[in-house]
C-alpha cells in the first residue's frame, strides 16, 4: 500500500485527507515542519507522496520543502496554501515541488493531483537526484492573480527558470509578456547578471540588427562610430525580444546563428564575437502561422520554441481583476500621496465586468487615473473611465423600444407637431434610462454615451423624473 504524508497546521485538512484516502492509502499526518521531520526520519523511505501547507507556525513549508530535497529528491512534494501568491509558487516549484494547489482543495483535483503524483514517485525512484538553485530574493515587480491560469504560469515559470532553454511567451498586448521573462530571469542561475529587454516592433527595420549586434565605425551611412550591440552588452545575462513576429527576416538569419553557435559578426566585420546569452522572446501573433505566411523562419521558430508558455487575456480570468485592482491602487497611492481606502462595491463591479481589450497594461491604467481624481477615501464608479459602449445586443433592445413607442404612439387632436415631439421625448427618456441602466448609474459615463453633458443628462432626469438610482 502507497503511503501519503500530510502536514498542515489545520486539523481539519488532515482529517479530509484521512478520510478521502484511508481506503487506498497509508496516510501519515503531521501538524508543523518539526513534527514533520520525526514523521520523516523514521518513515522516510516508505513515503510516496507529500502534500505540504506553505504557511505553518515556526518553520515554513518552503523551508522545509528545502530539508526534505536534501533527504531525497524522489519523493514528489504538492504545495498547498490558501494565500495565493506569484513568487512562493515559482519558489516551490524551483525548489521541486510537483505541483501547488490553492484550498479549499478540491476532491477530483486532488485524485487527479495523487495519480499523477504516483507516476511521477515511481519515475523519480528510478532516477537520481538533481540539484536545486538558491531561493531568489523578493523583487518589486511581481506577478498578481489568484486564478488557476496565472497559478499555472506561475507552475511553469519555476520549472524553466533553473534551465537555460529558450523561452517564448505568448499573449495579447498587455497581459503581462515582459513581467513573465523577468520573473524568468529573476529566479534563474543568470539572476546577478544583466537583463535586457528590446522591443524589436518599435525599432526601424534597418536599425534592428546595429541594434541587436552592434556595427564598426563607418558600416554603413550614419554609422559614425562603432556601436555594441545588445548581444555583446548581455553576455553571460538574459535578452528579452520582445514582439519578435516583427523582427526583419535577414535579421532572423542572424539570430538563429547566435542560436546554434553563439556567436555573430558586427555589421561591418568580418570578426566573429562568441556570446553566451539566454534568449527568452514573446509575440502577440501567432509565429507558426507567420511561419506559414513566410514572414517568420521556421528553422529559427523550432530553434526558439523549446518551452513555450501562454499568458491568457484578462477578460478570461476574471478573479483577477479584483487583486490586480488592489495591486495597482497601493502602487498608485505612493505616487500620489492620497489617503484613498479602497473601491466602492459598484466601482469594483464595473471593473470586474469589463472587457479589457488592453488587458492588465490598461486596468493599470484605469486605475491610476481614478486615483488621481477621486475625490474621497473611496473609488467610485464615476471616477472610473472605460468603455461602456452597449455591444449590438444592446443596440437591438434600444431599436426595439424605439419601435415599440412608435407603435403605441397615437395622433392627437393637437396634430401631428405634438405627436411628433412626443415621440421623440418617448425615445429621449428611454434612451436615458438604457444608458444608465448599462452604466449603472454613472452620469459621466452615461452622458458620453449619449453624447451630451453631464449637466444636460441632469436636468433631463429631472424633466422625465428619473432616478439614477
Known sequence: MNTLLIIDDEQSVRYSFKRMFEDEFRVLTAEDSISALTVLETSFIGIDIIFLDVKMPGMSGLELLKKIKEMSCNIPVIMMTAFGDSDTAIEAMKEGAIDYLTKPLDGNQLREVVDKALTTSNLRKESSCYTMMEACPDKEETLVGKSQAILDVCKMIGQVAVTDLPVVI??????????????????????????????????????????????????????DKKRIGRFEQCNN?????????DMPLATQAKLLRVLQDGGFERIGSNETIKTDVRIICASNKNLHEEVSKDKFREDLYHRLNVFSLYIPPLRDRKEDVQVLSEYFLKKAIKETGKPIKGFSQDAMNMLISNKWTGNVRELENVIRRASVIAGGEIIGSSDLFLNTEPCAKEFEELNEI???????????????????????????????????????????????????????????MQEYKINSA
Open 402 to 460: 424605439i419601435e415599440n413607442i412608435f407603435e403605441r404612439s397615437v395622433v392627437s387632436k393637437k396634430g401631428t407637431d405634438h405627436y411628433y415631439h412626443t415621440f421623440l421625448s418617448n425615445v429621449e427618456k428611454c434612451l436615458i434610462e438604457k444608458a444608465l441602466a448599462l452604466t449603472k448609474g454613472n452620469q459621466v459615463k452615461a452622458s458620453s454615451m449619449l453624447g451630451i453633458t453631464r449637466v444636460t443628462l441632469r436636468k433631463k
Open 170 to 223: 505568448a499573449g495579447e498586448s498587455g497581459v503581462g509578456k515582459e513581467l513573465v521573462a523577468r520573473a524568468i530571469f529573476n529566479h534563474s542561475k543568470r539572476k546577478d547578471n544583466v537583463f535586457i529587454a528590446v522591443n524589436c516592433a518599435a525599432l526601424p527595420e534597418g536599425v534592428v540588427e546595429s541594434e541587436l549586434f552592434g556595427c564598426e565605425k563607418g558600416a554603413f551611412t550614419g554609422a
Open 237 to 245: 545575462g538574459t535578452i528579452f525580444l520582445d514582439e519578435i513576429g
